[in-house]
């Protein structure tokens, strides 16, 4: 039998660390495996394709020729804006402006991945020397799914791709144009710290009585309960911890302004 094509997925990736592909690559439902053998087709993605230069180029050219209109396209990192010096980051040759838009212009929508890509994140912190800006911020006629966190939880990142793809239409959105599937609760909603917050008990240092009791860490600088994100309840590494389980407080990177709001060990 003639396998039906997987849809072709072009991965771009900017300013940004690789954190956000390490974090995919610890995915387990479905894994990353599960997904660019099964589920999609990975025309283009720096680090997990085997292509290198001219090759590597070709092969996202050709993905565009060949599913014009039908391709997704998914990015991380953040972008030099056009007014800034576009050599701040470029891929062969071409800044990520250039490769960005082009990109983008056939495609059926975009996922940025991680809060670089979605926000602007770290390279967009004060005094942002590269004018960088979120996917968002440049792509005005396209749907973007935002899918932040620094880095995104892996199985969310996958979930997201995998819903896009069994359904054909964008999950339901927040006014971040993040998916209310993962982002729609506050960590603090579903923390299990919080019958400490309620009753007024807070560790007040990381290795205090309260802190051993596994007390609330709010006064550590938690910003759980201003953070959207699914951390509480899908956890980390296959389910097993979190950052508040394991001790230390949410720093809210799921959030806009993640590097300037401030205050990581501090209550604002
Ligand atoms: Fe790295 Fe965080 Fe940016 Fe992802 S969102 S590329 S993990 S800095
Ligand atoms: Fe809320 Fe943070 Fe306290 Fe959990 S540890 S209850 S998220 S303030
Ligand atoms: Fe980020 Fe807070 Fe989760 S810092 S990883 S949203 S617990």
Not at 128 to 153: F, W
Not at 196 to 212: I, M, R, S, T
Request: a negative charge; one cysteine or more.
């Amino acid at each position: 039998l003639e396998q039906a094509r997987r849809p072709s997925v072009i991965w771009l990736s900017f300013q940004e660390c690789t954190g956000c592909t390490e974090s995919l690559t610890r995915a387990h439902a479905p894994t990353l495996e599960d997904l660019i053998l099964d589920f999609i087709s990975l025309d283009y993605h720096h680090t997990l394709q085997a292509a290198s230069g001219d090759a590597a180029e070709e092969a996202r050219i050709q993905a565009m020729e060949e599913n014009k209109g039908q391709y997704l396209v998914i990015v991380d990192g953040s972008i030099p804006g056009p007014k800034s010096n576009p050599g701040f980051s470029t891929i062969a040759g071409h800044s990520n402006y250039d490769i960005l838009m082009e990109t983008v212009e056939h495609a059926v929508a975009v996922i940025a991945v991680g809060t670089c890509a979605a926000f602007g994140g770290l390279p967009q912190a004060r005094p942002n020397p590269t004018g960088a800006l979120s996917v968002r911020e440049l792509v005005r006629d396209k749907p973007v799914i935002n899918v932040p966190g620094c880095p995104p939880i892996p199985m969310v990142i996958t979930g997201v791709i995998a819903h896009y793809l069994v359904f054909g239409q964008l999950p339901e959105l927040d006014g971040y144009g993040r998916p209310l599937a993962f982002y729609g609760q506050s960590i603090h909603d579903r923390c299990s710290r919080r019958p400490f917050y309620d009753k007024g008990l807070f560790a007040e240092g990381f290795d205090d009585e309260g802190a051993k009791q596994g007390w609330c860490l709010y006064r550590l600088g938690c910003k759980g309960p201003t953070t959207y994100n699914a951390c509480a309840t899908m956890k980390w590494n296959d389910g097993t911890s979190w950052p508040v389980e394991s001790g230390h407080p949410c720093l809210g990177c799921s959030e806009p302004r993640f590097w300037d709001a401030g205050g990581f060990y501090e209550p604002v």
